[in-house]
Structure formats: C-alpha cells, structure tokens
C-alpha cells in the first residue's frame, strides 16, 4: 500500500505502531482496536466531541482534561486511556482519526487479513456482501474486512478500494467516460 509522506500521516503512523507494539506485547489488540473503535464511532456521531478532537482552538490543557473526563466515563483498558491522554497533552487530537485507521490496518496485516473499501448506490445484502467478500479474497489472496459505504450517487455498480488499488465499475464512472468519448467524437 502506498504511504503517504505528509506530516499528519507521519505522526499516525508513528503513534499507531507504538500503540500497536505496546498492545501486541500485552496481547491486548483486540481489546483496543475494539476501544479505538468506540472512540472512532463517538467522534462520527457526536459534534461537540467531533469539535473538541478537530478544532485547534482548545488549548492542551483543555483537550487533557476533556479526554480525561472522557476516559474516566467510558472505563477503556488503561492503554487505550492512557495513548489517548498522551494523545491529547500532545496537541494530536486531529490526527486521531488517522491513528484510529491506521491502527486498525496494522491489526490487520497481523490477522492475515485486508480492509477493502466498498461503496455501493444501495446497501448490500447477506448473499451479496458474502460473495463480494469472496471474490475480494480470491483477488488479494487473503480474508478480506469489508468497510461498506452507501453512495446514491454513484448510481448504480461498485467502486472497491484495496490498499492502493481502485476498482471503479459504478455507472456514475462509465456515463461520465461515455460523456467524454462523445465529446471527442462531436
């Protein structure tokens, strides 16, 4: 997979793999990878935590003692709790989306498996999220996690995305390129 060389995704990276070391040392990575996970679905759903862990408007001490609270609400292992007080007396609260994601790879990678991104105009169902799934494995040689996204506007087929790979076969893709090819015809 290709690796971005930006700042931002230098210090995820860096931070990840500690947490990954320190986790696969205590035989903890399901445990935190389940918690990051949590806290990953808390920044999606709640807007003032979205806030606090975006915004640089919070001082150090702001987002320490938020996080604190926050940890002592929701009783994470005291690693999880622990990388994300670290996290925030950092200043690194933006870049724990990017933690959080590549955190979860690097469990990944060690399960044998791959992450594809899937997004679809409609949700899957069972018989079909199965048999992409398998299709997916054959191609990447290992068990494929689906990470599904629903998109209307891609209108209708599938764009997956497997590491650094992108399979576009949505209709959106092929009526633009058809758009285009009647361009250079006309």
Do not use: W
């Not at 002592?72 to 690194?92: D, I, Q, Y």
């Not at 933690?99 to 790879?105: A, G, K, L, N, P």
């Not at 949505?170 to 250079?184: D, I, V, Y």
């Amino acid at each position: 997979m290709a690796q971005s060389s930006s700042p931002v995704s230098g210090v995820a990276d860096r931070y990840a793999q500690s947490l990954f070391e320190l986790a696969l040392e205590e035989n903890a990575l399901a445990t935190v990878e389940s918690e990051l996970q949590s806290f990953d679905a808390l920044i999606q759903e709640n807007a003032d935590f979205r806030r606090l862990v975006e915004s640089p408007a919070f001082s150090s001490d702001e987002q320490l003692r938020a996080i604190e609270a926050i940890v002592a609400e929701t009783g994470p292992s005291a690693l999880t709790g622990n990388f994300l007080k670290v996290v925030a007396g950092n200043r690194r609260l933006f870049v724990l989306p990017g933690m959080i994601r590549r955190f979860r790879e690097l469990c990944a990678t060690h399960r044998g498996e791959v992450e594809a991104e899937v997004t679809s105009a409609h949700p899957l169902d069972d018989g079909q999220r199965s048999a992409l799934a398998e299709a997916l494995g054959s191609y990447a040689g290992k068990t494929v996690t689906m990470r599904e996204t629903v998109d209307p506007g891609i209108l209708g087929g599938l764009i997956v995305k497997i590491g650094s790979r992108q399979i576009d076969t949505s209709l959106r893709s092929k009526l633009n390129s058809l758009k285009l090819a009647l361009k250079e015809v006309g």
